[in-house]
Structures are given as structure tokens and as C-alpha cells.
């Protein structure tokens, strides 16, 4: 309540800003033509075709960045023709030194060097937008926008050509975007949103031909016109891609097991579809898919029990998965959980969940993943204004062989049959300044067998979303509303409610308690927020998001914890033009507080930071937190709420110019109590050389540093007549080291290295168990174990508590080495458009190290000499466009 009264101060003086409208400015128009009879221009680069002389230049950029509104070093001017299956465009970038144009090569979508790009919002819905990015070495570039600029996803990778070319005069480009690979409507008069934008590298300065402030809001709704564009016919899409993979393994054997013999080999083989049922709408069918990933997930140790979240890569999935997203609760505050969304994809395909239980002597096949037999995704936007999508996908029963010495085999379930299904629906209303729209999932899981009844039997999700903007879209108000409801067996949902997201067996929690009997849980979630985010130098966003307890989304969703309400405000101040010193810079103050449902006041920090992008083209910023109050519901999983010590943080980040040969930067941050209960420190630097066009190799080190006095060990039953709720005082050292090569033999022929030594290890002492979880000093918290009270033989402590040498209980050593070493080396060619050959070579090895050796021992002990895991690969597609 206390926060009120500032609060509204905030939006008072916010409100008077916003009457200001003189930030609006008149949209640029350009008016095209048909080339009737006229030979389309070949696409060489040259704009020497007399095509093109049937339209005007437009031009007259505007610098855009670093100094807003003023005429740009060199200028860009393009010209804009059409027939039935194509839109082309030619450009024009003027440059009184050609020789100095920088034509940096890299893979499609590097965005390297001097380029130019076309925006085409064809949907002229003023939120999304086709971007098509051409670079001064001929590297293309594609991503599809959404979200009004919020959004560039690079995953859409549509057939379109170019060509460019150096001259006296500077550089020229000519582009061929088929109508097939754009989205609009039947009228016989068109009119499209249009944007382009210049990177003059040389000055690393952008220039734009619709003029667009800095402080205003969006980027699509901002957009010129496209006019003259008539009687073109909606090209409905349809795409066929086949593809095949041949693979090899090979790993160390394992000896006496049949199933680690030391190699393994498979050709598959499947086929993909895209087929246009409206220009609008798409339907995406796989059959059999691959769903490899190039590139490997980066490793990483999660000591608070918390799942991690990882991107996703897989492209049938990443295409178009703007249309699917369902926040939870993202906010321009951050720290309100940002990556729970209602879909994660990669619980489809997921590893299997279950592990058969053996006995001494058997081995297991378990298999890796979960192939998915067909999936089919409807997706799009439609012109008035609709964006739909429909997933629907089916994941086979896994089975995992179990042999024994005398070759007795045997089969159980470790993943059942399984149907995935999502739904979203958006509608743009208010001249596209406002929407609507809604997700439901459903995930049903077919005849579980007794050992997965652990698993939910079937898991369903619903939620409302809704953003309204006013004023030229400088305010806005959103939010959304999410329900839960999980059904399984007695087993299934007692562990839900036991798990660490959840934990209703909490022993402090008299809001709480675990129902054995319990066969369905539901729960709702949501998030709701107002802002300013253009006109002026200031900006701001306040809002507040909850997860009640029952709250669960994890069989297709992501989402890390529930019983959560929290309230978060965001005020930043940034400069609009470049002084001496600085090209801009932004100051913001943040605060947030939480409360669980028990109306336990669980959490408030403050922070306040700063970015600079400095004359030189430095990048710099620097913050500090402060929270005097945190307790947490999940330290002692399922023990009492446990108070954590007043803490103080920083980070801090330099990075030097992009623009020259090789660059550099370092990244570091801090915490510590103010009772020296923990403290951590991360560094990382490193560099990006690029010695010619076609070269790029980086070296980035890290190194992490962990301390504390707390860290969760286990909960023993029954010790004296009570639970122990058992702690240690971990040093825990992290040190990874992630190298890249790129060649670029040509824009559609690359070689590329990626590398990740990685070692994590942990050490533990001063063992303690909790007697008073919430007391104030922090020695008061604890019972701590003499040396005299804890003996360690065979891997194992056993504890002693009344000195009566009879050991009260015992637990393993958790002390901790994990070792890994993980590469990639992808060769990749588009022999032609849209059609690929990747050859892949990656490595593993993955063991558990003696927590006893130093850090770099350890390291080059257990990858150098060690046999990894080797997977040769080889996968071709083709791609049919009819």
C-alpha cells in the first residue's frame, strides 16, 4: 500500500506527457507498377534492365541511429516493380569510396557488414511484418517480424533471390521476392506497409526511408506505403521436402553389455510439407520428421532443483512459434519468472520419463528420445486482422529392452503413446491498435501401464490474453488469465503436488496440505500491467503477475515454480540524441515484491542500472540490487520457509567496436549477504577476430564462483524423532571455455566449429541441520555439526549427534565433479534455394571427475585421452515448390 501514492504520481506526470503528439509523423508513400508486357530484370545486381525504368527512385533517407532525423553520410534510393508471380526490387547505395565498402561473408542470416533491408507488412495489419535483408557480399538475410518489432524470429527461411554488385558509385542490389512467399489479400487494389533500412558499417550508422523517432513506439506500425500494387492474385503455397539421413555412432564399449558394443549406424528418411490452404493460412505436415539438432545445448548444473530452460532449435516447431506464444508473465522489469510460457515445444519429443528398474547383472537399451510418428501445424494471419494456429502432433509408445546374463530379454514402457495438442486465436481490433485472443493445449497420454502412473493421464491448459494502446501507441494496458487442470492417478497427482514447483507438503504451510486421494489438480495464473513506452525521454511499465499453488504446466508447457503473487515497476530514462560522449544512454530503477499465497511476504529488491553506447561505438552498462527481504518456500523442499540473509549484487558488461577487425569483451557480476552467509562472482571475457571476409573464430572463457554457508543436501525422516533438514557450506568452482569457427566459402557454402570444455565441481563442509528457519541472525538458523560429530568412510558421512559413537544417520557424499566436452563441425551448402546438404560431425564426453583435483586437471584428465561419443551425420533435402 505504502507504494501507492508514488505510484500514481508516476502516472500523472506520465498521463501530462503524453498529450504531446509531436512525435507523429506523415507517412512516406511509394507507388509502383505492373510490368505488363516488360521482360522482367534478370537478377545479376547491375539495374541495367529496361524494367526498371518504368518507376521512379524513391530515396530521401533519414539517419535513424546514432543521430535521429538528420541526413545520413551517404544516400540510398530503390525502385519497386511487380508482374503476377514476383515483386522486384532494385536499390541504389550511394558510397564515395567503394573500396572501403566492408563485404564481411558469413552464413545466411550473419547480417555482416554493409547491408540493406526491405520490410513488407503485406497483411497491412501493422504487426507483422516479411523482412528481406541483402548484404554488400551477397548474404542474404530473412526473419519474419511480429509483435509490432518486438519479435525478428530468423527461423523462416523463404525462396527468394538476389544479387549485388560494386561500382564507382557505390553498390547496387536487385531482389526477386516470389508472391508465394508473401501473405495478403484478394482486393484488387493493394496497399502494403513498407520500410528499408541502410547499415552504413564504416560509421555504424542506420538509415531509414520512413523516418522513425527514436521514442517512438514500435517499429511496424511506423512503416511508409506501398501503393499501385493491382489485380495480383493471392499465391497459394505449396512446398515438398524430402529428406534423408544416414548416421553413424560411435562411443566406448561397455564391457559384457550388448547393447554398448562400441558403434551403431541408421538411415531414416522422411518428408515434410507446407501447403498454402488460403494465402493467409498455412498447413505444415511432417511425416517421420528429423528433428536433430545441429547445434547442442550448452551444459550447465542447476543446484536449486529447478528445471533449466532451453531455446528451441528444431524447425518445425520454431517456424511461425510467434503465433503460439502465451507468456505467463513477461515484463519489461524482468525477474517475474519471464520464461514460463502456457507451450514449450520441447516437451514434445521430450527423453523418455521412465527408467526400468533391474538388478545386479542386467543391462538396458533405454531409448534417447521420443520419435514423433506425424505432426501437422495449421498456422497464419489473416487480412482482417485473425492470426490462428493449430498444432497437433502424436509421439510414439518407447519401450525400453532389458537383458539379462542369460540372455533373457524383456520390454517395458518408459514413455507412453501420447497426443499433444495447441490452439491459439488472436484478433486485432482498433485499427490494430488493440487485440483479443485465447490458447488452449491438451495433452492425453494413452493406456498407462503400472510403472508410469507417476505420469498425468491427460493435462489441459486455457488462458485469455489482451493488449490495448492509445495515444499513437505511446500507453498501453495488457494482461492475461491462465487455468490448469491435470487428472491422473492418486500416485500421479500426490506427486505433483510434492514437487519442488508446487510442494504443498510443506510443513509451515497451513494453506497447504498434500490429499493422497486427490485424482485432478486446477490452478490459474495470470499477469496484468500498464505502461508508457514512447514519447519522450521517459518510459515506464507496472503491473503484477500470480501462480496459485495448483497452478501446473509442465507436461506441455514450461514453468519453473507456483504460489507466487508479485508486483514489479520499471521507470526508465534514455537519451534521443548524441552528445560528445555518448551516441545514447539509459538510466532505469526497478523494484519488485512478493508474497505467497499464506500472505507471506517473501521477497523485495531494488535495483537500478545504466547502458551507454559510447561515441567510439563502445557498449557498456553496469546495475546494483539491493533486496532486504527474501525468504524461500523451496530451499528445504517441502521443509519450512527459510529466510535468506539481506543481499547485495552488481554486473557490469564492456564491449568493444563491433566494427573492427577484432573485438573484445568482458561481462562480470557479484552477490554477496551482508552477513557473508554467500556470496558468488561470474566472469566472462573474450574475443571475435576476424582476420578476412570469410573468417570469424571467438573465444569466450567463464569462470564461476559459488560460496554458501546454506545449500540443501537432503531431508532425513525419522532422525531422533524428527526430520533433518540438512545443509552444508558448498565452495563450488564452474569454469567453461566456448570457441567458434566460421568459413564462409561463398554465401550459400560454410564451415562451422563450435567447442565447449566444461567442468563444474562442487565441495562440501560444515554440515548443519535447520532448527529456525526464519530467525533473523543467521547462526541462529542452524545447528551446525562439530568435526567430532561427522566421520566419512567409503564415500559416506555418518553423523553422530549426541557423541554416543552410535551414528544418528548417514548420507553420501555429496560432493560433486562434472566433466564435459561437447563440439560441433557443420558443413552446410544450399545448392540450391531452400534445398541442403549438411555434413556433421559432433563429439561428447561426458564423465564424473574426483572433486579432490584442482579445476584444469580435472579438465584435460577426463576429455583428453578419454574415447568420446562420435556422431558422423549426413543429411540431404530437397525442396519441390509447385
Known sequence: MKYIPFILLILLTFQLEAQDTTNVVAKKIYVTKGLGNETPPTINGLLDDPAWNLVDWAGDYIEWQPDENTPPSHQT?????????????????????????????????GFEGDWVEFNIDSYFDKRTAFSFTI????????EFVSNNGNNWDPSWNPIWYAKTHIDEEGWTAEIRIPLSQLKFGKAESQVWGLQSTRRYFRNEERSVWQRKPVDQPGWVSEFGELHGLKNIEPQKQLEIQPYTVAKMETYEAEEGNPFKDGSESDITGGLDAKIGITNDLTLD?????????????????ALDGFQ???QERRPFFVENKNIFDFSVSQSEAGNTFGSDNVFYSRRIGRSPQAYPNTVDGEFVDQPDNTPIIGAAKFSGK???GWAIGVLESVTAQRQATIIDGSDNRRKEVVEPLTNYFVGRLQKDFNDRNSYIGGIFTATNRENLPESLQFLHSSAYTGGLDFKHQWNNRDWYVGGNVTLSHVQGSEEAIENTQRSIAHLFNRVDADYLSVDSTRTSLSGTGGNVQIGKIGNGHWRFESGGTWRSPELELNDIGFQRQADDIRHYTWIGYQTLKPDSTFRRVGINYNHWTAWDFGGNHNYLQFNTNSWQNWKNNYQTNIGFNYAPIEYSNFALRGGPRLRQSPWMSFWNNIQTDSRKKIQFSFYHEGRKAVDNSFKSYYMEGGFVYQPINALRVSAFPSLGINHDKLQFIDNLDDVNGSTRYLNGEIDQRTLSMSVRLNYTINPNLTIQYWGQPFISRGRYSNFKHITDATAKRFEDRFVQYGADQATLSDGVYAIDEDLD?????????P????????????????????SEIFLVWSQDVSRSGDPTDGLLPSLGDNIFGQKPQNIFLVKATYRFVL
Open 77 to 109: 534510393k530503390f525502385k519497386i516493380i511487380y508482374d503476377t508471380k514476383n515483386l522486384y526490387i532494385g536499390v541504389r547505395c550511394l558510397d564515395t569510396e567503394p573500396d572501403k565498402i566492408v563485404r564481411r561473408l558469413s552464413r545466411r542470416d
Open 308 to 310: 533449466i530452460f532451453f
Open 815 to 834: 560432493d560433486f565433479s562434472f566433466v564435459q566436452f561437447r563440439s560441433n563441425l557443420v558443413v552446410r551448402w544450399e545448392y540450391i534455394p531452400g
Open 135 to 142: 548484404t554488400a557480399a551477397g548474404v542474404k538475410g530473412d
Open 805 to 813: 559413537n552410535v551414528a544418528d544417520f548417514s548420507f553420501g557424499n
Open 382 to 384: 489473416t487480412k482482417n
Open 285 to 301: 505436415l511432417t511425416v517421420n520428421p528429423d528433428f536433430g539438432q545441429v547445434d547442442a545445448d550448452p551444459s550447465a548444473i
